[in-house]
């Protein structure tokens, strides 16, 4: 069974930093996709950055030269540097994964970890 776990999450002053971290663990032959959504209070959940097929980076507009995304592949974790966090950053972040298991590809969400940025 594939599991993501997020950590990192918490309450920033508008301009602050924060990075979340997720690690995914279990029988995992190779992750296609894997990467970060945002869902804002009463919003759809959103891309904000992942990494997809031949290690490309996608980034969502809104968060362009602010937030990094980042991996380490020996530990299936993938980090988000968020820089200069705006009120509208606010919402819970959710990790998401597509792997390759036993049986074939899998998608996973983690539980999601909050984000609170005040003005």
């Known amino acids: 069974q594939v599991q993501l776990v997020e950590s990192g999450g918490g309450l920033v002053q508008a301009g602050g930093s924060l990075r979340l971290s997720c690690v995914a663990s279990?029988?995992?032959?190779?992750?296609?996709?894997m990467g970060w959504y945002h869902q804002a209070p009463g919003k759809r959940r959103e891309l904000v950055a992942n990494f997809s097929g031949n290690s490309l980076t996608n980034y969502a507009d809104s968060v362009k030269g602010r937030f990094t995304i980042s991996r380490d592949n020996a530990q299936n974790t993938v980090y988000l540097q968020m820089n200069s966090l705006k009120p509208e950053d606010t919402g819970v972040y959710y990790c998401?994964?597509?792997?390759?298991?036993?049986?074939?590809?899998?998608?996973?969400w983690g539980q999601g970890t909050q984000v609170t940025v005040s003005s």
């Open positions: 279990g029988i995992i032959f190779k992750i296609n996709t």
């Open positions: 998401n994964a597509n792997v390759r298991t036993f049986g074939g590809a899998l998608d996973r």
